[in-house]
């Protein structure tokens, strides 16, 4: 399953809305997950099941899913929040990740 | 708490072997399916193996398919990865990572601080 995400990278002013978008080829259900990954350390799970919140994670990030497609929507961008996303698949062996968007300052 | 601390990685010649080790603690490994993941500098994360929390199912990504071998040993709560036939385009970090919850089927949610695999001559 090939996982494509868009844009590759989001300007967005702090305080303001981003909105990650990711397309699967084929349906994963809701077996899609978003990963957080800031230079230099480990990704984080910050959502699963499309819509679940992990723990931990701010209620300013929030999944949804419309078929084959994913968005991840930060509603107000805090400093800590500038880093790397990625939308994972789990649906289906070999597990896919999409190929990142870069949520910049 | 959680702790996954990957060792084995550095600098290996093409067409040679490395094996990767994970160690786990602060919670029941043997209940836990896991997983390695790798990223190569500068580029996007790339899932590679996972085994079943009772060993019995095992995947691979394509691009190791036959080259790569994952395993675990429950009473040592450790992970491994048997790296053979080594490419430059294994270079990577190679993170250790427990499935978020138990029993299997479910996303990545711990990972650890990943061990770096150079293959060059």
């Known amino acids: 399953i090939v996982m494509t995400q868009s844009p590759a990278t989001l300007s967005v002013s702090p305080g303001g809305r981003g909105t990650l978008s990711c397309r699967a080829s084929q349906s994963v259900s809701v077996n899609l997950a978003w990963y957080q990954q800031k230079p230099g350390q480990a990704p984080r799970l910050l959502i699963y099941g499309a819509v679940t919140r992990a723990t931990g994670t701010p209620a300013r990030f929030s999944g949804e899913r419309s078929g084959t497609e994913f968005t991840l929507t930060i509603s107000s961008l805090q400093s800590e929040d500038f880093a790397f996303y990625y939308c994972?698949?789990?649906?289906?062996?070999?597990?896919?990740f999409g190929q990142g968007t870069k949520v910049e300052i | 708490q959680v702790q996954l601390v990957e060792s084995g990685g550095g600098v290996v010649q093409p067409g040679r072997s490395l094996r990767l080790s994970c160690a786990a603690s602060g919670f029941p490994f043997n209940t836990y399916t896991m997983h390695w993941v790798r990223q190569a500098p500068g580029k996007g994360l790339e899932w590679v193996a996972v085994i079943g929390y009772d060993g019995s199912n095992k995947f691979y990504a394509d691009s190791v398919m036959g080259r790569f071998t994952i395993s675990r040993d429950d009473s040592k709560n450790t992970l491994y990865l048997q790296t053979n036939s080594l490419r430059g385009d294994d270079t990577a970090v190679y993170y250790c990572v427990r499935e978020h919850s138990d029993y299997g089927g479910w996303p990545l949610g711990s990972w650890g601080q990943g061990t770096l695999v150079t293959v060059s001559s």
């Open positions: 994972q698949q789990y649906k289906n062996w070999p597990w896919t």
